[in-house]
């Protein structure tokens, strides 16, 4: 039999077992830019690690995806980098004691900004 014969099935054979690692390597990426977007880049100012185009904004890209190829989850991610770089590098910070005046202090503002106007109106009505 001649050997081109058996060229054809084999490369379809060989490409039909990729399929399933090509599947994993894209849900690997996937997973990687969307914890990349949870990140605030530390050289960049309001930019996540996603659309940073700083040099350790790379560097922690290619971290978070190495790491994912070790086996490691979303959480000991986040968690080696908030140890690493501290809380500052979450888009959103747990709500923590610490915390609870990031998360408290629009609606506080909104809150207090409303009362001084009904406060001025009542002044001005009193006159």
């Known amino acids: 039999m001649n050997s081109r014969h058996w060229l ?17 390597e894209q849900d690997l990426i996937r ?9 605030r880049c530390p050289a960049a100012i309001n930019q996540n690690l996603f659309e940073s185009e700083a040099p350790i904004a790379a560097e922690l890209k290619a971290q978070i ?8 989850d979303r959480e000991q991610i986040i968690n080696f980098m908030v140890q690493r770089y501290g809380e500052r590098i979450r888009y959103q910070p747990p709500l923590t004691p610490a915390t609870v005046v990031l998360w408290t202090a629009p609606a506080l503002l909104v809150l207090g900004c409303g ?10 009505d009193n006159r």
């Open 65 to 72: 995806y190495q790491k994912l190829q070790q086996g490691e």
């Open 31 to 39: 997973l990687s830019n969307d914890i990349a977007k949870e990140l």
């Open 8 to 24: 054809a099935p084999l490369l379809a054979i060989a490409l039909l077992l990729s399929l399933p690692l090509a599947g994993a």
């Open 115 to 124: 009362g001084l106007l009904l406060l001025g109106r009542r002044q001005g």
